[in-house]
């Protein structure tokens, strides 16, 4: 019976023998997101999220009393 490369092996092999190019290419792909536009609705969820982190931030102020240090 005549042994083959699984695709994990090869993967691996070929990821050992050009870890620049691999590196290269990823980064060439982070900058082409990174130029996308940020749509407006992920924008404004965005902004949600964060007045709720720091209406709970102050929610938990209050729980805690008043501040002894």
Known sequence: MH???C???RAAAAAE???ET???EFD???REIEK???PERL???ALK???ALVERRGDARKEDGPDRS
Do not use: S
Request: proline share 12%; charged share 30%.
């Open 3 to 5: 042994e083959q490369d």
């Open 7 to 9: 695709p994990d092996k």
């Open 17 to 19: 023998t050009a870890p």
């Open 22 to 24: 691999a590196r290269g």
């Open 28 to 30: 060439q792909l982070l």
């Open 36 to 38: 996308e536009p940020v």
């Open 43 to 45: 924008l404004e969820l």
């Open 49 to 51: 999220l964060q007045a």
